[in-house]
C-alpha cells in the first residue's frame, strides 16, 4: 500500500498507513493466526479417518472455525458438515472465539442426528473437556487432525472454499447482523439448490435425506435451524 500510494505522489510511512486504515476499516484479505492451537492439558485424539470408507450420511461429521471478514473487523464462523453428503448440519457465527459457540452447534445439530465418528483439529474449543464430554456422553467416537494436517479434515476446507469465493468476497458485510443473514440464504443455497459434481450433480441435501432433489428442495429450511439470528450470539 505505501508503495501504491508514494508512486501517485503520496510520501508517507507505513505506520501511518496502517493507522488510517484500522481508522477506515480496511484490511488486507490473508490467512490469519492459527485457530488450531491445542491449550495446555488438553487430550488429543487419534485421527481416526485415514484408510475409511465413507458409505452413508451421519458416519461421519466434521467441524472447523473460519474467519468471516466485516466491513469493519472479522466475525468466527463455526459450522458442522457431514462428510458423506457434504450436508452443513449446522453453523454458527460469533464474535467471540471461545468454546460456547462452538458447543451450542453441536447442541442442535445432535438434536437432528447422532454420527459414528466426530473429527475436528486440535483447537482448543474442540479440545475442551466441555465439547469431549459432550461427544463421549452421546457415545460418538472422537478423531482429530494431526498437527499441521489440513487434509485431514479436506471436505470442511473445501466448504470454506466455496462459502468464501461464493458469498463471503462477493459481498460487503455491514456488521454482524448483515453477515448472518447472507450466510442464512448461503447455506440454505449451498445445502438445498447447489448441485455438486462429487455428489453426481444432487444437492447435498438430497443425498443426507436420500430424498431425490425437487422433493428435498421444498423441505421446511427449519431443518437448518437458521431462523433465529438470537442464536447466531449477536
Known amino acids: 500500500m505505501v508503495i501504491a500510494l508514494e508512486e501517485q505522489g503520496w510520501n508517507v510511512n507505513r505506520k501511518r498507513v496502517q493507522r488510517l486504515m484500522q481508522i477506515m476499516g480496511i484490511e488486507a484479505i ?13 487430550r488429543i485424539y487419534p485421527y481416526r479417518l485415514r484408510g475409511l ?8 461429521w466434521s467441524t472447523d472455525i473460519t474467519y468471516i471478514r466485516l466491513r469493519s473487523g472479522f466475525v468466527y464462523l463455526v459450522a458442522i458438515l457431514d462428510w458423506f453428503s457434504r450436508y ?25 442426528a447422532t454420527p459414528e465418528i466426530f473429527n475436528s483439529d486440535q483447537g482448543a474449543q474442540f479440545t ?5 464430554q459432550r461427544l463421549e456422553s452421546a457415545g460418538i467416537l472422537i ?18 472454499r466455496s462459502v468464501k469465493y461464493e458469498e463471503v468476497y462477493l459481498k ?24 455438486h459434481q462429487s455428489l453426481d450433480d444432487q444437492t447435498p441435501a438430497s443425498v443426507y435425506f436420500g430424498i431425490p432433489t425437487k ?14 439470528a438470537a442464536d447466531r450470539r449477536l
Open 30 to 42: 490473508y490467512p490469519k493466526p492459527r485457530l488450531s492451537d491445542p491449550a495446555p492439558g488438553h
Open 53 to 60: 470408507v465413507i458409505t452413508r450420511p451421519n458416519q461421519v
Open 88 to 112: 452443513v448440519v449446522d453453523w454458527e457465527i460469533s464474535i467471540t472465539l471461545d468454546t460456547s459457540f462452538c458447543l451450542s452447534t453441536l447442541n442442535r445439530a445432535l438434536e437432528k
Open 128 to 132: 475442551s473437556e466441555e465439547f469431549t
Open 143 to 160: 478423531s482429530m487432525d494431526g498437527r499441521g494436517r489440513a487434509l485431514d479434515n479436506v471436505f470442511t476446507e473445501r466448504l470454506w
Open 172 to 195: 460487503d458485510y455491514a456488521g454482524v447482523p448483515d453477515a448472518i443473514a447472507n450466510l442464512k440464504t448461503y447455506f440454505r443455497f449451498y445445502n438445498f439448490d447447489r448441485p
Open 215 to 228: 422433493t428435498v428442495k421444498h423441505q421446511k429450511p427449519a431443518m437448518l435451524r437458521l431462523d433465529s
